[in-house]
């Protein structure tokens, strides 16, 4: 059974008088699949992120569909439509990770803090050391104690990985993770990433321009068809790349 | 349930955490909540300090809680139980008129002192807070002064010397006190005794002229004074209005009419035989004394003419009937001269008031036993009962009794008249207190009784102004105080308003995140509401340092002016929780804008802004 499957989802956005449609026909990610959604700016990779986020509500759905295991199955398009926010924060806490563009670590924690809180958000046990054995297979655990500011690029991108993956999630999301990398660096950023992943058993969405960089690790790639619908409306279509 | 509650404790954390990220921001906002707080707390320290400092120096004194009637004015028991019971009333004794109260004081050989004698009893404050005690029979607590003029201290022997003047001669009795206490100069400057309320009672009673049996002082029994409503003159010769004019002069009474005979019976009782002439002298709605009498008897003297003092309206109940009372006494010649009974008892004397001759009648029935004695009651203020020895019959539904009894039993209509049994004899009851010694629980008491009095049209003497003067103060600072803490509080409410909002906005990526990785909107929104409660627990905790220290650089400023445990500036124990109550309340409210702010971000927008 996928992990998440979406069918004809429609997210529409307005920006200064021009509309910007994605259209995502379907999209499915398999239990620890790594997909990485390939396109350029402006193509709607932001807007597909937010929406597998549970922080941007579609337009209209077919099937939007969670399962975490038999038992644990959750019907967004359902709690989208009864807005019932709690439901969905609860689903972003428990199996959802997040790696943002430029890390989203929070400044006033120490490193350590920060790869504690979704543990602690979820009252996970024996957090410290989890952290410490992670910190170190990602190459960061001299890093505990310093707090995100005094980071270097590509340390910050490891920590916020390891934040990301602390708690354990069923999927994570990444969005752009090496954009503030050189491309050495962001190569092993990201293989790091993609074993990790494998041995937590976890899947990954990873969101990038960069087909090179993702391509020997992606079980799957989806890319964008972008085309402009009307003078100041432009319509984006997310499918799955045959390789 | 526990997992909301772990939520929160958990955006408690991070409130906490980011206010010490920003360490700089947070001392600005606490030290800008403790610079409103501090000088409010030492402005109601200071209040507070002052206040109870004045307060303490009145109510130490119980000269501030005391309560005296500024006129003379009988004061009856019942009135002064009552008064006894009122709320904030500590301690109440009645006092003597002012002039039977002076008493010459001696000791030893030297010449005596005149001084006020005070009635006192246990509990009374002014003696109990001047270093005195309550003295029992045959002692007395002096005032400083009297000491002094004595030369006495407590332990010495006094003589207290109370003289009257008596028919013209001056009378006095002794009676040696032991001297238990002398009070503080603070308890009064005037030379003054303090002694039991009995003792002083029967100084009074003394001083009036009266006998006082227990203490082996002579005088007048205490008789009731006899009163009438007129007194008939009864002539053989006519008295023109220019005779009866010379009548009333200078006898006190007013009013000199020719009766009817009907009238003359309705009023004595008796028929006027045929050839007599009445005349009835009185004061209009004013009773007639037995001087006014006497008076009379002398005027009339060598005129062949007989007084027959009244009373209206006398009722007694002999065993089942009631019947009208009169009064006659008269000598066997006039009785038979006008052909009326002889009474026994003779005629109307002013000394002869022997029960055996007053406790007499002459029965209004035929069927009586002659020297039988029969039960009377009469309707006084007070019901009396009394016995009356039957002495001869007169006509039904009249009793005749002697005038002196008469007027005695009407004087019971305005007075408090007790029968004694072993004296068999009328009593005259005190007709109460000439005044009172009251002290208030507390000195706020004081002007709520005194305004009490004053509605009830009584005049009294009371140090309320010093009182007042210490609650104008004390509301007047109340009411700065509220004045300086509203501008306090809009000044440090706009700061914190604007601090937690300027922070939400500063925050919205962070926060941004925090909905990213699963806080709800509702735990967004007590990030700012904790951080406000937080900067309002510092802000209180630094406030109140900076009033201890300040507070105590004011004491020690005026050590020198005050007594011990006294402080110009002093906050009671609840003060530092009421303050951070106040402050906390403030804090969450204007944490509210913010906090809502909070909930309006949107993590979509927020995570990707720079």
């Known amino acids: ?240 790349e045959i390789p | 349930m526990s997992e909301v509650r772990s939520q929160r404790l958990r955006v408690l954390f991070l409130a906490a955490a980011h206010l010490r990220h920003e360490w700089v921001l947070t001392l600005c906002l606490v030290s800008a909540l403790a610079a409103v707080l501090a000088p409010l707390l030492i402005l109601l320290g200071l209040k507070e300090g002052t206040v109870e400092t004045l307060r303490d120096r009145l109510v130490q004194d119980p000269v501030y809680r005391e309560i005296r009637p500024a006129i003379t004015r009988t004061f009856d028991q019942q009135w002064l139980d009552r008064l006894h019971n009122e709320q904030g009333v500590a301690f109440l004794i009645p006092t003597i008129l002012p002039a039977s109260s002076m008493i010459h004081l001696r000791s030893g050989t ?172 009185s004061i209009p709605s004013g009773s007639v004394t037995m001087s006014s009498v006497v008076a009379l008897k002398r005027k009339l003297r060598g005129r062949d003419a007989l007084l027959l003092p009244y009373a209206e309206g006398i009722t007694l109940t002999l065993g089942e009937e009631k019947v009208r009372a009169r009064g006659l006494s008269i000598s066997s010649v006039w009785a038979e001269r006008l052909g009326w009974p002889v009474p026994p008892w003779g005629e109307l004397s002013t000394t002869a008031l022997s029960p055996s001759r007053l406790f007499q009648l002459l029965w209004p029935a035929a069927d009586v036993v002659e020297k039988s004695v029969v039960r009377a009651d009469f309707e006084g203020i007070r019901p009396l009962n009394f016995p009356l020895r039957v002495s001869g019959v007169y006509q039904p539904g009249i009793a005749l009794l002697p005038a002196e009894l008469i007027g005695m039993l009407r004087t019971a209509r305005d007075r408090v008249v007790g029968y004694n049994p072993d004296s068999s004899g009328l009593l005259l009851e005190r007709a109460g207190f000439r005044g009172f010694r009251l002290y208030g629980r507390s000195i706020d008491d004081i002007p709520l009784l005194v305004e009490r009095f004053r509605s009830d049209g009584l005049e009294v003497v009371a140090e309320v102004d010093a009182i007042e003067r210490i609650q104008v103060l004390d509301r007047g600072l109340t009411q700065l105080f509220w004045l300086i803490a509203i501008l306090g509080v809009v000044g440090a409410g706009a700061v914190l308003v604007a601090s937690l909002y300027a922070a939400v906005e500063r925050e919205r990526k962070d926060l941004g995140i925090l909905r990213l990785i699963g806080l709800a909107r509702t735990d967004v929104f007590l990030f700012p509401v904790f951080q406000g409660v937080l900067i309002a627990i510092l802000g209180v905790m630094l406030g109140w340092l900076g009033y201890t220290l300040l507070a105590g650089v004011i004491n020690h400023t005026f050590d020198g002016e005050l007594s011990d445990g006294q402080a110009i500036c002093r906050l009671p124990a609840s003060y530092p929780w009421l303050a951070l109550l106040a402050s906390l309340g403030l804090a969450i409210a204007s944490s509210l804008i913010a906090a809502w702010k909070a909930t309006r971000i949107e993590p979509a927008e927020a995570i990707r802004e720079e």
Request: proline fraction near 5%; include cysteine; hydrophobic fraction near 40%.
């Open chain 1, 1 to 240: 059974m996928p992990l998440l499957t979406l069918k004809q989802v429609v997210k529409t956005k307005e920006h200064a008088g021009s509309r910007f449609q994605l259209l995502i026909p379907d999209l499915v990610v398999e239990p620890g699949e790594f997909v990485a959604v390939v396109g350029e700016s402006g193509c709607g990779k932001s807007t597909l992120l937010d929406l597998l986020a549970l922080i941007s509500r579609p337009d209209s759905v077919a099937c939007y569909h969670l399962v975490f295991s038999a038992s644990e199955q959750r019907d967004v398009a359902k709690l989208w439509m009864e807005n019932d926010e709690v439901s969905l924060a609860d689903i972003r806490r428990q199996y959802l990770g997040y790696v943002l563009q430029t890390g989203g670590l929070l400044p006033y924690l120490n490193v350590r803090k920060n790869l504690l809180l979704p543990m602690n958000l979820n009252r996970l046990p024996d957090g410290l050391q989890r952290v410490v054995d992670m910190a170190q297979r990602m190459g960061v655990s001299n890093c505990l104690h310093r707090l995100p500011e005094s980071l270097s690029g590509g340390q910050r991108q490891r920590v916020a990985i390891l934040r990301a993956l602390s708690h354990s999630p069923r999927l994570v999301l990444a969005d752009e993770p090496t954009a503030a990398v050189d491309k050495r660096r962001a190569k092993l950023i990201v293989e790091d990433f993609r074993s990790l992943a494998r041995d937590e058993g976890l899947s990954i969405i990873m969101v990038t321009h960069d087909l090179d960089l993702v391509q020997p690790v992606a079980d799957t790639t989806y890319g964008f068809h972008v085309t402009q619908y009307a003078e100041n409306e432009i319509h984006s279509v997310c499918s799955r």
């Open chain 2, 110 to 281: 030297a010449s005596g002192e005149l001084v006020d004698l005070v009635p006192t009893a246990g509990g009374d404050p002014l003696l109990l807070e001047n270093s005195g005690v309550i003295p029992l029979e045959g002692e007395c607590v002096l005032s400083s002064e009297a000491a002094r003029r004595l030369g006495v201290s407590s332990g010495d022997q006094v003589t207290a010397r109370v003289t009257r003047s008596r028919g013209g001669r001056m009378e006095n009795v002794d009676q040696l006190l032991q001297v238990v206490a002398v009070l503080d100069t603070r308890a009064g400057t005037l030379p003054r005794i303090y002694a039991p309320l009995d003792f002083v009672v029967d100084v009074e009673s003394y001083k009036e002229g009266r006998e006082v049996a227990a203490r082996g002082w002579r005088g007048e029994s205490a008789y009731p004074y006899m009163s009438f409503d007129g007194v008939v003159v009864v002539s053989q010769i006519p008295l023109d209005p220019v005779t009866r004019t010379g009548l009333v002069v200078n006898t006190g009474l007013l009013k000199a009419v020719s009766m009817e005979s009907q009238d003359f019976t309705a009023v004595t009782g008796l028929n006027l035989t045929q050839g007599w002439f009445a005349y009835d002298l």
